[in-house]
């Protein structure tokens, strides 16, 4: 399976800029409430910087820029920040296909906690949320997200591009 995961993705001045603006009150970050990720799982907010060929949010040159710089991406297909609320006991996402044609799907873990993506739906292989760390991976291959149950909130932004 062809996926990669970069530690430390951005300098430390980049990633703590991006982490300030996503997670520090002060900031006032807009974050939207949404039903579900998918058909039937749990509830959680997002926050929509890219689609429909064009920015969709403030916060895209400050936050998004500088990721899909170091991604050498050509042209962003859709990106958004998910965020998660901790419960008592984590749910996991159902497996999916961001997108239905070939393309990259990027997730940057904006903080540290035991929530994770799992990668291939067959091998279930298990990527930490650790804050400054890219998963990478083709966007044919199915995904879910398993929430944490140790931080307040997991925020990712999930980035596909090609």
Not at 52 to 72: A, C, E, Q, T, Y
Not at 105 to 131: M, Q, R
């Amino acid at each position: 399976m062809d996926y990669k995961i970069i530690e430390n993705f951005l300098d430390k001045e980049e990633f703590l800029n991006i982490q300030q603006q996503l997670m520090v009150p002060e900031f006032d970050f807009p974050w939207y409430f949404r039903h579900h990720m998918n058909r039937e799982d749990n509830h959680y907010f997002r926050h929509v910087f890219y689609g429909d060929h064009m920015s969709m949010s403030r916060g895209f040159d400050s936050i998004v820029r500088p990721i899909l710089k170091k991604l050498n991406c050509i042209a962003p297909i859709t990106v958004k920040a998910n965020l998660t609320i901790a419960q008592e006991k984590a749910f996991q996402s159902e497996f999916h296909i961001d997108k239905h044609f070939e393309c990259k799907t990027a997730i940057f873990y904006v903080n540290t906690n035991n929530g994770y993506t799992l990668i291939d739906e067959k091998e279930k292989i298990k990527v930490h949320c650790e804050a400054n760390k890219i998963l990478i991976f083709n966007s044919n291959i199915k995904h879910a997200m398993v929430s944490q149950t140790d931080e307040p909130r997991r925020i990712v932004i999930n980035i596909n591009y090609l």
